[in-house]
């Protein structure tokens, strides 16, 4: 079955640390796959996707993400966070008819 | 402005009351989902509709039921609300399944006492 795993529950960094969010999923056919951001008190919107091409991916905000397929991963990076990152993320996977989601990080940049 | 929009935003009820949640979106989109989000497990699809009078049971629909007569509309039922219900519900919507970005609305928090 399509499963989503997302490593990190709760990070925590200070401002202009890197970061790096694990995702990893497990889907035997072509995939679609996302991160999306859910600021407090906010929807999620989307950060990023990726479908085909450059397995690098840029978003908004300075976020990007590698695909590698071999190791059935999507991982999320930004070089220097902010204090205004702070905001849960989500690692989703888009299949045939349905859309799964990891369980979440919770980042928490300290000014 | 395109957007997705919930009735209601918050609601407070009993077991067993009968309750909708609606969902509407202005964008002419095909697909549209409803999730639940419970701490530390993420986003569950409940259902979802790949277009009017189609829908199909996510990972978690037991004790939910939707309708799609229109093409803008995917109301939420709750026939008879129990407490492990309580949650923040969010409607979403997107272009076509797969490659398109959902849209998602701003969410309904729901609590069954």
């Known amino acids: 079955a399509q499963s989503v795993s997302q490593h990190n529950h709760h990070v925590i960094l200070s401002e202009a640390a890197s970061l790096e969010l694990g995702c990893n999923y497990s889907?035997?056919?072509?995939?679609?796959l996302f991160w999306y951001v859910q600021y407090p008190g906010q929807h999620l919107q989307l950060l990023l996707k990726y479908f085909s091409g450059d397995p690098l991916v840029k978003g908004i905000k300075g976020f990007e993400a590698e695909f590698i397929k071999s190791k059935f991963s999507f991982n999320l990076r930004k070089p220097s966070v902010q204090w205004s990152d702070t905001a849960e993320y989500f690692c989703?996977?888009?299949?045939?008819?349905?859309?799964?989601f990891g369980a979440g990080t919770r980042l928490t940049v300290k000014p | 402005e395109a957007q997705v929009t919930q009735n209601p935003r918050y609601l407070i009820t009993v077991t067993g009351k009968k309750l909708t949640v609606t969902c509407s979106q202005n964008m002419n989109h095909e697909y549209m989902s409803w999730y639940r989000q419970d701490p530390g497990l993420g986003l569950r699809q409940i259902y979802y509709s790949m277009n009017v009078e189609v829908t199909d049971k996510g990972d978690v629909p037991e004790g939910y039921k939707v309708s799609r007569k229109e093409k803008r509309n995917f109301p939420l039922i709750l026939e008879s609300p129990s407490p492990n219900q309580t949650s923040l519900y969010f409607c979403a919507s997107s272009l076509y399944q797969g490659r398109n970005e959902q849209f998602f609305g701003p969410g309904t928090r729901l609590t069954v006492l």
């Open positions: 889907y035997g056919g072509t995939v679609n």
């Open positions: 989703a996977v888009n299949g045939a008819n349905d859309m799964r």
